[in-house]
């Protein structure tokens, strides 16, 4: 899969490039211990940390970083970013704007009447045919004070602009400032094949199948590491 991005030759040099979720993986997860005192069990039990479905999710994809840092004042945001000319027409210049609260009006994620932000891009993405591009809210990050909107673009085709990523505002008391190279959206490829679904009862090898592996996982931990998890990046 190649996934091409592009952008107005003026920035080139200047906007952080989308990077590879793995290796924009958070502090706070390279700080936890991979194991704690569990009081419930009476003894240490893993951590997150060492969950492969976890990491392995945090790790998929790419992610789309703040181009600049972003200041926020109990709900207001503001920055300081000196851009040099655009040649491309019609092209954002600021890192962020908002659609009315009417928009999502009858939907869950309505707040009221707060604006909901969007995060302008300055990337365009290109994928292969045949797929589209699963925008959403970096995995397991319920650290950042906004939450992403998950969208769905045909980006085989839509490439010649930008996506554009909403969000809501999760704090609106957060007074501090958002660094260049946040984090704001996780993306994935994803094939546009209409999946069959097929549901059946196990066979009889299957269910033994089954009860062997349960076994096997109730009786050591890691089962799922070392006998069946694919390293990223590999088929």
């Not at 397991?140 to 906004?146: E, K, Q, V």
């Not at 980006?155 to 996506?163: E, K, L, P, S, T």
């Not at 006998?227 to 590999?234: A, L, M, P, Q, V």
Request: net charge positive; aromatic share 8%; hydrophobic share 40%.
């Amino acid at each position: 899969m190649k996934i091409t991005f592009r952008c107005d030759p003026a920035l080139i040099d200047l906007l952080p490039r989308p990077q590879l979720a793995k290796a924009g993986l958070p502090d706070w997860l390279k700080q936890m211990a991979p194991r704690v005192d569990s009081s419930l069990h009476g003894r240490s039990i893993r951590t997150v940390k060492q969950c492969p479905p976890f990491i392995d999710a945090m790790s998929s994809g790419f992610l789309i970083l703040l181009p600049c840092d972003v200041t926020v004042d109990a709900g207001r945001f503001s920055w300081d970013w000196a851009l040099p000319p655009l040649s491309v027409p019609n092209h954002p210049r600021a890192p962020l704007s908002f659609h009315v609260p009417e928009q999502l009006i009858g939907s869950p994620l309505a707040q009221g009447q707060r604006s909901t932000l969007k995060f302008n891009s300055f990337w365009t993405i290109e994928l292969e045919p045949g797929w589209s591009l699963l925008a959403m809210h970096p995995i397991n990050r319920d650290d950042l004070p906004f939450r992403l909107i998950t969208g769905l673009v045909d980006a085989d085709r839509f490439n010649d602009a930008g996506i554009n990523f909403p969000a809501l505002w999760n704090d609106p008391d957060f007074c501090g400032v958002l660094p260049r190279g946040t984090p704001v959206a996780q993306c994935l490829a994803v094939r546009r094949d209409v999946p069959e679904l097929v549901c059946e009862a196990m066979s009889s090898p299957r269910a033994e199948r089954f009860g062997e592996l349960a076994t096997q996982i109730l009786s050591a931990p890691g089962v799922y590491r070392t006998k069946f998890r694919s390293k990223r990046g590999t088929p």
